[in-house]
């Protein structure tokens, strides 16, 4: 589609969380699909950020797009099952079910989901889920285990934009 994909993660993210990872997995996966399916130009920008919230941390999962918009009006109703808005040439892709099982999924891990969606600007959503950061030792531990006895730059560098473009397209899927 010759969409502009930007990830935007700040150096300070934890690398690890406890949290119910395939849940946020199938979460992102909708909001991403919306995202490029309703965007014709523009970009579609992925955002992870940490907060602390009443002492807990908590980790923000964002979708921003420069797509078609929703009104306000039928803003509500993107979160009953089977509901397809009607958005144009795109009325009969999906089941109606992607926001409806996302803000399910994101309320069973004691989430918070937020919409704000311009016609014809684009569309930000996301949600907030509490984690649980592991101590230093924890950490220390997960990261010998993933990546034997390499270093934080060594890390940076393999899990870099460019990098992960190098690998096979299956392997990025994964």
């Given at each position: ?10 150096d300070d993210l934890p690398r ?159």
């Open positions: 589609k010759g969409l502009q994909f930007i990830i935007d993660i700040p690890w969380v406890e949290q119910d990872e395939s849940k946020i997995m199938v979460c992102m996966r909708h909001l991403l699909t919306n995202a490029i399916r309703f965007t014709t130009q523009g970009a579609v920008v992925l955002r992870v950020a940490l907060q602390h919230h009443d002492e807990q941390p908590s980790l923000l999962f964002e979708v921003r797009d420069t797509g078609i918009g929703i009104a306000p009006k039928l803003q509500n109703d993107l979160f009953k099952p089977f509901v397809r808005l009607p958005q144009g040439e795109d009325d009969l892709q999906g089941t109606g079910l992607g926001l409806a099982i996302t803000k399910h999924l994101v309320e069973l891990m004691g989430g918070t989901l937020h919409l704000q969606s311009i016609p014809q600007v684009g569309t930000q959503i996301g949600f907030w889920v509490h984690v649980h950061l592991p101590d230093e030792a924890i950490a220390n531990k997960l990261a010998t285990e993933e990546f034997g006895s390499l270093t934080v730059e060594d890390v940076s560098f393999a899990l870099s934009p460019e990098k992960m473009l190098s690998l096979p397209e299956d392997w990025r899927e994964e």
